[in-house]
């Protein structure tokens, strides 16, 4: 299986550029986050998504957009317009329920100049 | 103050060594994730709890909820375990949302 795939894993952006970062799981899971990581800091949740759909705001989610397609194994993270302070390492995660295991994605580390 | 604490922040371990980090937290929780992250890699989970004790080869984690603390132990350390030990919570509020440690740094020399 290949559990979550994130694409791409690399990324640099200037300022101003819009990208979408890719997450896909196929466990069949309900469940769905986006997180970014940065330094001396514990992952912080931007989106997520509790089903086909459905979306709502996590901590920190100004500057992002998400969608869940029909396709529910799909979670999309958008930038509009990148700004420094979205470098970061972003990772996506899906669960089955809301207390289950999380299984989590390579990560995707961008960097916006 | 974080609402999730791991001590301590950087360890480091010679290989064989019985190795315990430790996880508090301040809030009420459903559950709590033991995640591993590998330099440049992606992030593994360890164990879910939410009482008790697990263990997984020579990962043991335990929970004591009552007094809000968990630990992760190695034992027989090697070098392939140095990581970043990451310790989740999940709040009893239902909001879904995980509160992360920052994470203990783990280096095993051979």
């Known amino acids: 299986n290949a559990g979550v795939t994130q694409t791409p894993k690399f990324r640099v952006l200037k300022t101003g550029q819009s990208m979408t970062l890719l997450c896909a799981q196929d466990?069949?899971?309900?469940?769905m986050y986006w997180y970014r990581q940065d330094p001396g800091m514990g992952l912080r949740l931007i989106h997520y998504s509790v089903g086909e759909g459905t979306t709502a705001k996590g901590e920190v989610p100004d500057g992002y957009n998400v969608s869940r397609l029909k396709k529910k194994q799909n979670f999309l993270l958008g930038l509009e317009s990148a700004a420094p302070s979205q470098t970061s390492v972003y990772f996506c995660?899906?669960?089955?329920?809301?207390?289950?295991?999380?299984?989590f994605g390579q990560g995707t580390r961008l960097t916006v100049v | 103050k974080n609402e999730v604490e791991q001590s301590p922040q950087n360890l480091t371990a010679q290989e064989g060594e019985f190795i315990t980090i430790n996880c508090s937290y301040s809030?009420?929780?459903?559950?709590l994730h033991w995640l591993q992250q590998h330099p440049g890699g992606g992030i593994v989970s360890l164990f879910m709890?939410?009482?008790g004790k697990k263990k997984h080869g020579r990962l043991i984690a335990t929970i004591n909820i009552q007094e809000k603390h968990s630990s992760l132990h190695i034992t027989a350390s090697h070098p392939r375990d140095s990581a970043v030990y990451i310790c989740a919570v999940l709040p009893t509020s239902g909001t879904y949302k995980y509160i992360f440690g920052t994470g203990t740094r783990l280096k095993v020399l051979a």
């Open positions: 466990m069949n899971h309900e469940y």
């Open positions: 709890l939410s009482s």
């Open positions: 809030v009420g929780i459903s559950a």
């Open positions: 995660a899906s669960s089955w329920g809301e207390v289950t295991e999380a299984f």
